[in-house]
């Protein structure tokens, strides 16, 4: 299928696989909804399993996090690039997207996923491709709500926006979780980015530090404003 550029639209969205993610909103139990209004114009998704009958989350006590004071990023210091890379499930994806020039190019296991590391280890960007484009961005973020909502008390994942861009149709999550592999406080926002058709071609996250927001959301903007997406049969 053809590629397509995908503009400007919200300013949050985040990252990682839901069998690593923990975080905290205010270090409260379970995951928490803070807010459904990811920017103004935007219409909130209601979030799945919220009737009264939903399951409770298991009482798992949360783990006490501590906060990384490193020096935020600044999204003025950012040098932009443009990365083209192969990323292969169901079809193979052709991506093209604009992302921090020095940051490490890493593909992931399954080769669904495309990273970039920051050199410091504490921020990075996560493009997926290669599934077949069925389905709205807001379902698609539907979907993730549901996992997040799925898992134990521990894992402390609080979402604190969500919603879809009226114009574009890209959808945007943004939550805090707690990083499993030192306990620190993070911050993840993660885009569904729509085609002319208005059917989720890929889905862009990013990580890092509370105190990064306006980096970390000026980086998802110029993923998301740059992004296309060519699709090949899987040989």
């Given at each position: 299928m053809a590629g397509r550029g995908v503009g400007r639209a919200l300013l949050g969205s985040g990252l990682l696989a839901?069998?690593?993610?923990?975080?905290?909103?205010?270090?409260?139990?379970?995951?928490?909804?803070?807010?459904?209004?990811?920017?103004?114009?935007?219409?909130?998704?209601p979030l799945p399993g919220e009737a009264a009958n939903s399951p409770s989350m298991?009482?798992?006590?949360?783990?006490?996090?501590?906060?990384?004071?490193?020096?935020?990023?600044?999204?003025?210091?950012?040098?932009?690039?443009?990365r083209s890379f192969d990323v292969t499930s169901a079809v193979r994806s052709h991506v093209s997207v604009r992302v921090p020039g020095n940051w490490e190019m890493i593909l992931l296991d399954p080769v669904k996923d495309m990273k970039f590391n920051?050199?410091?280890?504490?921020?990075?960007?996560?493009?997926?491709?290669?599934?077949?484009?069925?389905?709205?961005p807001a379902a698609s973020m539907a979907v993730r709500i549901s996992q997040f909502k799925a898992l134990s008390a521990d894992k402390m994942v609080s979402v604190l926006s969500h919603g879809v861009d009226k114009a574009t149709?890209?959808?945007?999550?943004?939550?805090n979780y707690a990083d499993p592999d030192n306990n620190t406080l993070k911050l993840g926002m993660i885009?569904?980015?729509?085609?002319?058709?208005?059917?989720?071609?890929?889905?862009?996250?990013?990580?890092?530090?509370?105190?990064?927001?306006?980096?970390?959301?000026?980086?998802?903007?110029?993923?998301?404003e740059s992004a296309t997406?060519?699709?090949?049969?899987?040989?």
């Open positions: 839901v069998t690593l993610l923990g975080g905290a909103g205010g270090y409260g139990l379970g995951l928490v909804t803070t807010g459904q209004q990811a920017s103004a114009g935007t219409a909130a998704v298991p009482s798992t006590p949360p783990r006490k996090l501590r906060r990384d004071n490193s020096e935020p990023l600044q999204a003025e210091d950012i040098h932009y690039k443009t920051e050199p410091q280890r504490r921020r990075a960007v996560r493009v997926q491709g290669g599934f077949k484009i069925t389905r709205p149709k890209n959808a945007t999550l943004t939550y885009r569904w980015l729509a085609d002319d058709e208005g059917l989720c071609m890929l889905e862009i996250a990013v990580t890092g530090l509370p105190q990064d927001k306006s980096a970390l959301a000026d980086i998802l903007d110029h993923a998301s997406r060519s699709d090949s049969p899987v040989s």
